[in-house]
């Protein structure tokens, strides 16, 4: 499941689902990620963030709803070029608030993997 607010967007998207024999079973919804999220029911595997930064602790906290137990939420962008360090925009404030709060949340495991601009790997207990 993936979805986008631009039409452009999700057409580029379903044109090369449509090349590859897996395409169909991929559903691309329209709206924004808390819109789609809030009809979502839970039972997922893995959940992939990689939004509006802005609402990166909103989407992982749905994120823990719809992830079945031992079920993997990633989340791009966590080091965020460095500027979760000293947090000067709401996005960047945002990501670090989110990197803290899954830091406390006793309720999964994580690793903040470095690689390019850092991958936070959590998994649900």
């Known amino acids: ?6 039409p452009d967007q999700r057409n580029i998207g379903r044109n090369y ?17 808390l819109e789609a999220l809030a009809k979502l029911d839970p039972s997922f595997d ?3 963030i990689d939004a509006d930064k802005i609402n990166y602790l909103n989407y992982y906290k749905r994120a823990l709803v719809l992830t079945r137990s031992g079920g993997i939420i990633v989340l791009d962008n966590a ?17 670090a608030e989110t990197n803290d709060f899954i830091q406390k949340d006793d309720f999964v495991w994580n690793v903040l993997l470095p690689i390019r601009d850092g991958l936070m790997v959590v998994q649900k207990k």
């Open 1 to 6: 499941i993936t979805w986008g607010i631009d």
């Open 17 to 33: 689902f449509q090349k590859v024999p897996w395409g169909k079973r991929i559903n691309v919804l329209e709206g924004t990620a």
């Open 46 to 48: 893995l959940v992939f």
């Open 79 to 95: 080091l965020w070029s460095g500027r979760v360090i000293m947090p000067e925009d709401d996005g960047s404030r945002t990501i």
